[in-house]
């Protein structure tokens, strides 16, 4: 079948290379980080988000999703789609503007970037004659109108950003025929908002900053109304049918003020403080929306009583009788609200307020009773809770999906029903091939499990780890348990939450069968969990075992954090996955690797100190191996003296600096003696500093030696049936491989299936392998007679693999940071090798093995290595030869943590986080590619229709 | 037991061949047998690689004296220096074998090769100012000992002088093995390691390759100190030993050739524990490319070999004894010292 291949360029092979491999970034999963604006347009159903990177995301329906980013980089500040079109203007911090349209191309929508354009004032003009504070896009769509920092209103035409001189609203024209004693320059300055009159395109109410609110007739070029509010404006508002317009302002106020043609400077209504009479904080947005009933409904951001409540982040709701405060965990962004935007009907009729606050989004059902959330299809927070580990699995079986669907669905059941409201767009992505899971891990102690088989990475399910264990948080304690008369009427919406009760619940590593239905997690504290998926709620006590990973190692003392403390009795556990089995490693110290072998029924798990493996059927620890050397005294410790001694010189010079600060505040009050000495102190310090700039960045250059710290660190288990004592019999067998490049490998005997329950599983060093270059080993694997992997446990008892090939003889191939190795088995001896490190100065950090399928024949496909390195390379190395086939840049070297994040699937896709809350998904196969795909189609538009507009502005300017 | 035979001095041939000659003149075919000579010191030496047979080879003067001794009776410390004036006859001594219990058998292993030490090497390829060391971690308990830093060197371009990036040798540790060679010197600019080039490449990438390769560290500087260079034609030879004698004007074949061997050596030093038993040196399963690049060496060392001499046979004369076998073996003039000079003529 294979042939040879021989090193150099081979026709045949490079075409074949071109049919496999491919690498795109395809699609951003999860929230995007920092954002700064947003947008809705009703007419296309879509909403836009933009981010202070200069990002902009659109999205409707599922899976549709378009993504542009402005060359500037800099922060959107504002986005307004153009009414009843493809096309939305984005204001950005440097005072740009630009327009953006959504065309089709190829069967298919893009957003592109049309026209940028910088407002220019006069010669010598000041900059704030052109920064830009207030957006209008016109209904008729030819203009815009660009209130600034000046107090002029500029007009320009759309879509060649040409400046309409004749048409600027200058303060002089605006304040003719005001009352004298309101008549100052300055209450003309700043344009706070613009807002077009509902029902009549020629008449624009203008906001200023210190409280005028003036009426603008376009088409007469003169101000019909002047409404003299006294306090400070943050917003305005139209009642739909223009007779009435509500303000709000800086000292927690609303007034709607009536606008009929007999009177042109009428009194306000009515002023009302809802949270006063204390002080309270701006509300700096509202919106009123009428109802059949008559109640209406006033939603507004901000207003809380400065002194007790000026810290929450929250938007109110009030109709009739009923008002609720919805308090966000991080600043509110902005809002907008879903209504009726039939231009015909006679209410407003809101269904669902959405909420962009800075981690996550949250959208209210106002329908139903009690005011909902709305499960988000899309945009999830993955940062919760932050990620400390991702684990992903390919092609989950049907039944086991439908099993974590409906566990999760029992999770579910307080949010609304109500269909996802923004729904604009078709995705027309061919279905994904099949269904794929990613698994994350949270600080919390959670497993979240997300349906990452197409462009919306869904939350399915969410397991956590919490129960099992007694912390100082109380998992009833729920922040929502208000009495019934508390004022202000306060309630937490959404799921961000970043603070951990204890780190020790973190997890680690996780491990899941999709043929079996195990899950081994394990943690911050050595605890390792086994769980079985239940489909009922269950209560049983959890089996508990402890793994002394430093056996007969006498006189060593942990300094780290201590062991998690556990239940006692029986535990209620909900639909899912339930522990039945929990081994504590001591010392508690983190767990570094992990694998569980679903036939055999055992797990294995790795610390810095050693490894275990225990029967989770029997529930009896098999043995364990300390391969900790005597005198690493760092991995002995634990974590705090680790980064105590790593940062040694950080330290010293973070003491060096707050020496000096407190030597400089002492010299000015001191005087005599002590000010000498201080300022001698001053002087030592100075000279320190410069001694620490002068002696530049170094690395020392040395052999790594068995003496080295950390090099007992477990980093990789693995388990195989293979020929590991005589190349006649196989048997079950156990490797790990640690940071200093040793391998072991242990003989297992696990007893057949019916008398599994009675023999014990016997254990038996067989090989010791120690790579003479002591680069850490991060991937063990086992290749069989064909040279291909061994599959995964059940994998073949499933029907879904053949069977691996025992009759020829095995490979074992173990892949340091610096190196790829193969070796014979049984006997040991070298085959092959690549080298890494010693030719490119990179290292392994991430090594899977993947399937790559030809993109032009169905019946071709191969395995090979996906590697990436410590540069945030992706190579891809065949097998069984080692031979480099492709290289591609994917992370910048520099982003740490996306590279330590970054997890590759069996088929050649991976994820890796480029930012706390947000995961892009890149694809390294012709085959299997994942990206969005969607027509964004105008509808129709008739004649005269007239949309009322849910402008959004961009409250998080003010706050 | 003593035998005599010939042997064409041009073309010697691998040391496999020539061991496999060796047992078949004597008639051991299946007896494990070390092979050693005196050089022209009286110094017995070991005969075990290409290297070191193809050297025994060029020394013989005219005769080559070979002992062949049994694996299993093998007198290790009978290798090294002065030992043929430090013992009054080897010979006696090996052929005696109540003389030889009484010594203490202090073995460690068999010196698979003589032992490398660090050492300048390509001068003859190299620009003047620059300096190729290589640095011998192998053997020595020595730390390398040294530390690298950012910094900034000036090049010509074709846009005059620009100031570009570098890698530079910073610290060296006192008693370390780069600062006890006395080959390399703070400020030191780092251009090569190991024949890769560094340009263009992080401190973390050169730290890691230089790590990567430190059982065997190759390193291209541009010494600080440009007083001590070495003057092209007063050439002082590499003693490394390999094949810096052979070196020809082009410099790819040669930095490929010491390269590869320095990975041949570090190879099989990989370690293997079998069921708590001793640790064992993982070997070779099969043969890989290496074995090729090392197949055309010793080619390039042959067409300099002849260079120098006429292709001449010799004779052998060969002796049998239960215990040990020794061996003379002659080749007439000329004489083989001709290999250094060769390098030279070949280089001008």
């Given at each position: 079948m294979r042939r040879f291949l021989r090193p150099g360029h081979d026709p045949v092979r490079e075409r074949l290379k071109r049919d496999l491999f491919q690498?795109?970034?395809?699609?951003?999963?999860?929230?995007?980080?920092?954002?700064?604006?947003?947008?809705?347009?009703?007419?296309?159903?879509?909403?836009?988000?933009?981010?202070?990177?200069?990002?902009?995301?659109?999205?409707?329906?599922?899976?549709?999703?378009?993504?542009g980013l402005h060359e500037e980089n800099n922060t959107v500040m504002q986005i307004h789609f153009i009414p009843d079109q493809c096309q939305l203007v984005t204001l950005l911090d440097d005072n740009s503007l630009h327009l953006w349209s959504l065309k089709q191309h190829g069967g298919a929508s893009e957003l592109r970037e049309e026209h940028r354009f910088t407002l220019k004032g006069p010669p010598g003009s000041p900059p704030s004659a052109t920064q830009v504070i207030a957006v209008l896009p016109h209904s008729s769509r030819e203009v815009l109108y660009l209130?600034?920092?000046?107090?002029?209103?500029?007009?320009?035409?759309?879509?060649?950003?040409?400046?309409?001189?004749?048409?600027?609203?200058?303060?002089?024209?605006?304040?003719?025929?005001?009352?004298?004693?309101?008549?100052?320059?300055?209450?003309?300055?700043?344009?706070?908002?613009?807002?077009?009159?509902?029902?009549?395109?020629?008449?624009?109410?203008?906001?200023?900053?210190?409280?005028?609110?003036?009426?603008?007739?376009?088409?007469?070029?003169?101000?019909?109304?002047?409404?003299?509010?006294?306090?400070?404006?943050?917003?305005?508002?139209?009642?739909?049918?223009?007779?009435?317009?509500?303000?709000?302002?800086?000292?927690?106020?609303?007034?709607?003020?009536?606008?009929?043609?007999?009177n042109r400077?009428?009194?306000?209504?009515?002023?009302?403080?809802?949270?006063?009479?204390?002080?309270?904080?701006?509300?700096?947005?509202?919106?009123?929306?009428?109802?059949?009933?008559?109640?209406?409904?006033?939603?507004?951001?901000?207003?809380?009583?400065?002194?007790?409540?000026?810290?929450?982040?929250?938007?109110?709701?009030?109709?009739?009788?009923?008002?609720?405060?919805?308090?966000?965990?991080?600043?509110?962004?902005d809002f907008f609200i879903i209504f009726s935007s039939d231009p015909a009907a006679e209410f407003d009729d809101p269904s669902a307020l959405v909420v962009l606050a800075e981690e996550e989004l949250v959208v209210i059902d106002l329908k139903s009773a009690g005011w909902p959330s709305v499960h988000p299809p899309y945009l999830a927070s993955l940062h919760c809770s932050a990620i400390t580990c991702s684990h992903h699995v390919s092609n989950i079986p049907l039944k086991l999906w439908e099993r974590i669907i409906s566990a999760g669905s029992k999770q579910n059941i307080h949010y609304s029903s109500m269909p996802w409201p923004i729904d604009g767009g078709t995705n027309i992505a061919p279905d994904p091939p099949q269904r794929d899971l990613l698994l994350t891990g949270h600080e919390d102690g959670t497993v979240r499990f997300w349906d990452a088989s197409g462009v919306c990475l869904h939350l399915l399910y969410k397991l956590s780890t919490v129960r099992v264990f007694l912390t100082d948080a109380d998992p009833n304690d729920n922040m929502n348990t208000l009495g019934e008369d508390e004022w202000p009427p306060l309630r937490k919406v959404g799921t961000f939450d970043p603070y951990s009760d204890d780190p020790r619940l973190g997890i680690q590593k996780i491990y899941l069968c999709k043929y079996s239905g195990y899950l081994a997690v394990a943690g911050t504290a050595g605890q390792?969990?086994?769980?079985?998926?239940?489909?009922?709620?269950?209560?049983?006590?959890?089996?508990?075992?402890?793994?002394?990973?430093?056996?007969?190692?006498?006189?060593?003392?942990?300094?780290?954090?201590?062991?998690?403390?556990?239940?006692?009795?029986?535990?209620?556990?909900?639909?899912?996955?339930?522990?039945?089995?929990?081994?504590?490693?001591?010392?508690?110290?983190?767990?570094?690797?992990?694998?569980?072998?679903?036939?055999?029924?055992?797990?294995?798990?790795?610390?810095?100190?050693?490894?275990?493996?225990?029967?989770?059927?029997?529930?009896?620890?098999?043995?364990?191996?300390?391969?900790?050397?005597?005198?690493?005294?760092?991995?002995?410790?634990?974590?705090?003296?680790?980064?105590?001694?790593?940062?040694?010189?950080?330290?010293?010079?973070?003491?060096?600096?707050?020496?000096?600060?407190?030597?400089?505040?002492?010299?000015?009050?001191?005087?005599?003696?002590?000010?000498?000495?201080?300022?001698?102190?001053?002087?030592?310090d100075q000279d320190a500093l410069q001694e620490m700039e002068l002696a530049p960045v170094q690395r020392k250059i040395e052999a790594r030696s068995a003496e080295d710290s950390f090099t007992g660190f477990v980093r990789t288990l693995y388990f195989a049936d293979t020929f590991l004592r005589d190349s006649s019999r196989h048997c079950p067998s156990l490797w790990a491989g640690t940071n200093g490049g040793t391998v072991y490998a242990f003989c297992l005997r696990v007893p057949p299936a019916e008398r599994r329950m009675d023999e014990p599983v016997r254990a038996?060093?067989?090989?010791?392998?120690?790579?003479?270059?002591?680069?850490?080993?991060?991937?063990?694997?086992?290749?069989?007679?064909?040279?291909?992997?061994?599959?995964?446990?059940?994998?073949?008892?499933?029907?879904?693999?053949?069977?691996?090939?025992?009759?020829?003889s095995h490979q074992l191939l173990v892949v340091s940071e610096e190196q790829f190795k193969v070796f014979t088995l049984p006997k040991v001896s070298s085959k092959l090798k690549l080298k890494l490190t010693a030719l490119e100065g990179c290292r392994v950090r991430k090594v899977t093995v993947a399937n790559f399928g030809s993109c032009k024949t169905d019946d071709y496909s191969e395995n090979d290595l996906a590697v990436l390195t410590n540069l945030g390379d992706?190579?891809?190395?065949?097998?069984?030869?080692?031979?480099?086939?492709?290289?591609?840049?994917?992370?910048?070297?520099?982003?740490?943590?996306?590279?330590?994040?970054?997890?590759?699937?069996?088929?050649?896709?991976?994820?890796?986080?480029?930012?706390?809350?947000?995961?892009?998904?890149?694809?390294?196969?012709?085959?299997?590619?994942?990206?969005?795909?969607?027509?964004?189609?105008?509808?129709?538009?008739?004649?005269?229709?007239?949309?009322?507009?849910?402008?959004?502005?961009?409250?998080?300017?003010k706050s | 037991e003593f035998r005599r035979f010939s042997l064409e001095r041009s073309k010697p041939g691998k040391f496999e061949e020539f061991y496999g000659l060796l047992q078949h003149v004597h008639k051991i075919p299946n007896v494990d047998v070390l092979v050693g000579y005196t050089d022209i010191h009286g110094d017995l030496l070991p005969i075990n690689n290409d290297d070191n047979y193809h050297k025994a080879v060029s020394t013989a003067n005219p005769l080559l004296r070979i002992f062949i001794q049994r694996k299993e009776d093998a007198d290790y410390s009978a290798f090294g220096t002065d030992t043929m004036t430090r013992k009054?006859?080897?010979?006696?001594?090996?052929?005696?074998?109540?003389?030889?219990?009484?010594?203490?058998?202090?073995?460690?292993?068999?010196?698979?090769?003589?032992?490398?030490?660090?050492?300048?090497?390509?001068?003859?390829?190299?620009?003047?100012?620059?300096?190729?060391?290589?640095?011998?971690k192998y053997g020595t308990d020595k730390p390398l000992g040294f530390y690298i830093r950012d910094g900034s060197s000036v090049r010509v371009t074709p846009h005059g002088l620009e100031k570009v990036p570098g890698i530079f040798i910073s610290r060296l540790v006192p008693g370390g093995l780069a600062q006890s060679t006395g080959l390399l010197a703070v400020n030191d600019e780092v251009l090569e390691v190991n024949g890769i080039e560094v340009s263009g490449k992080s401190l973390d990438q050169v730290t890691d390759m230089m790590i990567a390769n430190s059982r065997n560290l190759i390193i291209t500087v541009r010494p600080a100190n440009q007083r001590n260079n070495?003057?092209?034609?007063?050439?002082?030879?590499?003693?490394?030993?390999q094949s810096t004698e052979s070196s020809l004007p082009s410099s790819t074949p040669n930095i490929l050739g010491n390269l590869l061997q320095g990975e041949e050596e570090s190879d099989e030093e990989d370690i293997i524990i079998e069921d708590s038993g001793e640790p064992q040196q993982i070997p070779k399963a099969a043969p890989t490319s290496d074995s090729i690049e090392s197949l055309s060496q010793i080619e390039l060392l042959h067409e300099s070999t002849q260079n120098g001499f006429l292709p001449s046979s010799s004779e052998m004369n060969l002796n049998h004894s239960a215990g040990s076998i020794s061996m003379e073996y002659e080749a007439p003039e000329p004489g083989p010292k001709s290999l250094e000079e060769d390098g030279t003529i070949i280089t001008l």
């Open positions: 690498f795109n970034k395809t699609v951003e999963h999860g929230f995007p980080h920092q954002p700064s604006a947003l947008g809705y347009s009703p007419f296309l159903r879509l909403m836009a988000i933009g981010t202070r990177s200069g990002a902009i995301k659109l999205y409707g329906a599922p899976g549709v999703e378009f993504m209130g600034t920092e000046s107090g002029n209103i500029f007009v320009v035409e759309l879509p060649s950003f040409r400046v309409l001189e004749d048409k600027t609203i200058t303060p002089e024209a605006v304040l003719q025929r005001i009352p004298e004693d309101n008549c100052s320059r300055r209450s003309c300055e700043l344009v706070e908002v613009l807002r077009e009159h509902p029902k009549n395109p020629n008449q624009i109410l203008i906001g200023y900053s210190r409280g005028l609110i003036v009426l603008w007739d376009v088409q007469n070029n003169k101000a019909t109304h002047h409404f003299l509010g006294s306090q400070q404006l943050e917003n305005l508002y139209w009642q739909r049918d223009g007779n009435k317009f509500i303000s709000c302002h800086y000292d927690g106020s609303y007034t709607q003020w009536p606008v009929s043609s007999d400077q009428p009194e306000p209504l009515e002023n009302t403080v809802p949270y006063g009479p204390f002080p309270c904080k701006a509300i700096s947005k509202i919106y009123w929306q009428t109802t059949k009933n008559g109640l209406p409904y006033i939603i507004f951001q901000g207003g809380m009583p400065r002194a007790s409540y000026g810290d929450r982040h929250s938007i109110s709701v009030i109709h009739g009788s009923q008002q609720t405060a919805f308090d966000f965990t991080s600043r509110v962004i390792v969990l086994v769980m079985e998926l239940n489909d009922e709620d269950a209560e049983h006590v959890v089996d508990h075992a402890e793994a002394d990973l430093l056996q007969d190692q006498e006189g060593y003392r942990w300094k780290g954090h201590e062991k998690l403390k556990t239940r006692d009795g029986p535990v209620r556990f909900e639909a899912g996955f339930q522990p039945f089995v929990l081994v504590q490693c001591q010392p508690p110290a983190v767990v570094t690797s992990l694998a569980l072998h679903s036939e055999w029924k055992l797990v294995a798990f790795g610390t810095s100190h050693g490894f275990g493996l225990f029967d989770h059927q029997q529930k009896r620890l098999v043995f364990v191996k300390c391969t900790l050397h005597p005198s690493d005294q760092l991995a002995l410790e634990g974590p705090l003296s680790r980064v105590k001694s790593l940062k040694k010189s950080l330290r010293q010079s973070f003491r060096r600096i707050r020496r000096s600060r407190v030597s400089s505040r002492k010299r000015r009050g001191g005087g005599g003696n002590a000010s000498e000495v201080q300022e001698a102190n001053a002087r030592f038996e060093q067989a090989k010791e392998i120690q790579l003479m270059h002591r680069a850490p080993v991060v991937g063990i694997l086992v290749l069989d007679g064909r040279s291909t992997p061994l599959p995964e446990p059940l994998e073949v008892a499933h029907d879904l693999s053949k069977s691996p090939d025992m009759q020829g992706i190579q891809i190395i065949s097998l069984p030869f080692l031979k480099l086939q492709i290289r591609y840049p994917c992370i910048r070297k520099e982003d740490v943590s996306g590279i330590a994040s970054c997890v590759f699937t069996k088929y050649g896709q991976g994820f890796y986080l480029i930012s706390p809350s947000e995961f892009e998904r890149f694809s390294l196969s012709t085959k299997w590619l994942v990206e969005p795909r969607c027509i964004v189609d105008m509808p129709e538009v008739t004649s005269n229709n007239h949309v009322h507009k849910s402008g959004t502005e961009n409250a998080a300017r | 009054k006859n080897v010979l006696s001594n090996v052929l005696r074998p109540d003389n030889h219990k009484k010594k203490p058998h202090i073995v460690i292993s068999m010196p698979q090769d003589f032992r490398p030490v660090s050492s300048i090497i390509d001068v003859d390829i190299l620009p003047e100012t620059h300096r190729r060391v290589r640095l011998y070495v003057v092209r034609n007063s050439r002082t030879s590499g003693s490394s030993g």
